[in-house]
C-alpha cells in the first residue's frame, strides 16, 4: 500500500474561484477605432470561421476579454483576433483561462498609433507568459512598423520572430505553423491563404459574391425544372384532348 503526501499546516491551500466576482463583459468600447481596425478585425474572424466550421474543437472569437487569473478581474486583455484549438466551440460572453483548461493558441493584434505601445510592451508579456504560441500584429495604414505585418513564436518562455517577406507576387506573407496558414497583406489587405488547399480563404466580400452566385444558380435551376415540368403538363393535356378527339371519332387510343 503507498500512503499518499499529507499537507502539512505550511502548504497554501488550493485556489477556489470565489463565485461572488463578476467578470464583466464589456468595457463600452466601441469595438475598434476606425475601419482601419474593424475591417480586418472583422474580416479575419470570418474568414477563420468559415475554415474552421467543421471542427467543434476550434474556437475563434474577436474582441472579447480574456481572464487570466482567477479571482482577479483586472487581469485580463481583450485580443483583437485569437484561436484556440482543443476547446469547446460554444458561445462565451468572455473566455476565462482557468476555466477552459489553456489560452489562445494564436492571437492577432490589429495595430495603431495609439495601441502599439501596449500592443509590443504589455500584451505582448502578457501573451507570452499565460502561453499564447503565436502572436501576429498587422499594421493597415503603416503607421508603426514597415513591413505591416510582424509575428512571433513562443519558445522557451519568449517570442522569436517568424519569418515575413514578400513573394514573387509582391505579396507580404509569413506562414502559422499554429493555424496551418499563410498570414498575408495583398493589396494592403490582411488575407489568410490556404497552402495545402492553394487558396485564399474567403473574405466577407466574396463570401456574399459566392452567396449570390449560388442563389442565383438555384433560382435558374428551379426555373429550368418549373420550365420542364410545365412542357410536360402541356403535352400530356395535349395527349389527353387527342384521345378525346379520337374518341368522339369511335377511334380507341388504344388501339395499334
Known amino acids: 500500500m503507498v500512503s499518499k503526501p499529507v499537507a502539512t499546516g505550511s502548504d497554501p491551500p488550493p485556489e477556489v ?105 504589455e500584451k505582448r508579456d502578457i501573451y507570452a507568459a499565460i502561453g499564447v504560441t503565436e502572436y501576429w500584429r498587422f499594421d493597415p495604414q503603416r ?12 519558445a522557451d518562455g519568449s517570442y522569436e520572430p517568424i519569418p515575413v517577406g514578400e513573394d514573387s507576387e509582391g505579396i507580404l506573407r509569413g506562414y502559422s505553423a499554429r493555424l496551418g496558414l499563410d498570414i498575408c497583406v495583398r493589396d494592403d489587405l490582411l488575407r489568410l491563404y490556404d497552402p495545402i488547399n492553394r487558396s485564399w480563404l474567403r473574405n466577407l466580400s466574396e463570401a456574399e459574391a459566392a452567396r449570390v452566385e449560388a442563389e442565383a ?27 378525346a378527339l379520337l374518341r368522339q371519332h369511335g377511334i380507341s387510343p388504344d388501339t395499334e
Not at 36 to 57: G, I, S, W
Request: hydrophobic fraction near 40%.
Open 143 to 154: 503607421e508603426c512598423f514597415d513591413p505591416p505585418l510582424a509575428g512571433e513564436r513562443l
Open 17 to 121: 474561484e470565489d463565485p461572488s466576482i463578476h467578470y464583466p463583459d464589456t468595457d463600452d468600447e466601441p469595438l475598434a477605432e476606425t475601419e482601419f481596425q474593424f475591417n480586418p478585425l472583422t474580416e479575419m474572424v470570418h474568414a477563420l470561421r468559415v475554415h474552421y466550421e467543421d471542427r467543434p474543437d476550434v474556437y475563434v472569437a474577436g474582441d472579447m476579454f480574456v481572464y487570466y487569473r482567477m479571482n482577479v478581474v483586472a487581469a485580463n486583455v481583450a485580443p483583437d483576433v485569437f484561436v484556440v484549438f482543443g476547446v469547446d466551440k460554444r458561445t462565451r460572453r468572455s473566455y476565462m483561462v482557468w476555466r477552459e483548461g489553456k489560452a489562445p493558441d494564436f492571437v492577432m493584434e490589429i495595430t495603431s498609433a495609439s495601441t502599439y505601445a501596449r500592443d509590443i510592451g
Open 217 to 243: 444558380a438555384r433560382v435558374e435551376a428551379e426555373a429550368a425544372r418549373a420550365e420542364k415540368v410545365a412542357a410536360l403538363r402541356a403535352m400530356q393535356e395535349r395527349n389527353r384532348e387527342l384521345e
